[in-house]
């Protein structure tokens, strides 16, 4: 199976300031077919998870720009330019590569 | 617009059996692969079982297997997940999703509580 490991597991930010997520697979998440299936979820308090972004860095409708993906390979990061009081919650990396279908352990983003 | 709406949670005895639902509205169900994936209270997210389009390719979780059977119905447009031989680890809110791998399309979830 892969093993997607994130870090850091908790971030404190202060309202403006960047946030950035580690990814790291255990495998190359790199498809048969030449895609990447790397996505990112928020999920905040009390809701269902939330798919911002896919294939590495494709952002979904509606998720704000200051949501980017980037990597390659085995190595993803998700930044956030500005962080803003709403996007308190678990962030976490799934692969859709291979099955089984693998999640980080998430990343709690809390404001500081 | 997109909606996925699961229903069949609830409260039930360890070694029992429950059957999970998923109405999908909005988009044409039968040319999308469908998942099931799960959250243990206070944990993070655990990948189920998916399902092709046409209902004929499915993949579980390896711990999951022989307890858990996923399945379809095109022409209602709903998605299955019966669970038998419950445990109490099975307890989470289950979601289902909509093809996992390019697609922002989940439920809201259906809380399963196994307990005596």
């Known amino acids: 199976d892969v093993v997607m490991t994130q870090t850091p597991l908790s971030s404190s930010v202060t309202v403006g300031q960047p946030a950035s997520i580690s990814c790291r697979s255990s495998?190359?998440?790199?498809?048969?077919?030449?895609?990447?299936?790397l996505s990112w979820l928020q999920q905040r308090p009390g809701q269902p998870p939330r798919v911002l972004i896919h294939?590495?860095?494709h952002r979904f409708p509606g998720v704000p720009d200051r949501f980017s993906g980037s990597g390659a390979g085995t190595d993803f990061t998700l930044r956030i330019s500005r962080v803003e009081a709403e996007d308190v919650g678990i962030y976490y990396c799934m692969q859709a590569t291979e099955f089984p279908r693998t999640f980080g352990q998430g990343t709690r983003v809390e404001i500081k | 617009e997109v909606q996925l709406l699961e229903s069949g949670g609830g409260l039930e005895q360890p070694g029992g059996s429950l059957r999970l639902s998923c109405a999908a509205t909005g988009f044409t169900f039968s040319d999308y692969g469908m998942s099931w994936v799960r959250q243990a209270p206070g944990k993070g997210l655990e990948w189920v079982s998916s399902i092709n389009n046409a209902g004929v390719n499915k993949h579980y979780e390896d711990s999951l297997k022989g307890r858990f059977t996923i399945s379809r119905d095109n022409s209602n447009n709903m998605l299955y997940l019966e669970m038998s031989s419950l445990r109490v680890e099975d307890t989470a809110v289950y979601y289902c999703a909509m093809q996992l791998w390019d697609s922002d399309h989940w439920g809201q979830g259906t809380l399963v509580t196994v307990s005596s």
């Open positions: 294939k590495i860095s």
């Open positions: 495998q190359s998440l790199v498809h048969s077919n030449g895609d990447t299936y």
